[in-house]
């Protein structure tokens, strides 16, 4: 079982990556917060053993730093 969760894992990690492809009309910053949201999903998915809430959990915590990094100081 812990295979076929792996696999899922990697799956979706591929499916993010490629994904991303497509966002070259968008800013640095868009881009910042796509990549974090993808990332917090797997993380999320993989620290909570594949849990729906984690996963969206994650996107969002890894959406907001991502959107954050680089952000100008004032």
Do not use: E, H, Y
Not at 24 to 46: L, W
């Amino acid at each position: 079982m812990k295979t076929m969760n792996r696999f899922a894992v990697v799956a979706a990690a591929a499916v993010t990556a490629l994904s991303l492809t497509a966002c070259s009309g968008m800013s640095q910053r868009d881009k910042n917060t796509a990549i974090g949201a993808g990332g917090g999903a797997v993380a999320g998915s993989i620290l909570t053993g594949g849990s729906a809430v984690g996963t969206v959990g994650g996107a969002a915590v890894g959406g907001f730093i991502g959107n954050q990094v680089g952000k100008p100081n004032r």
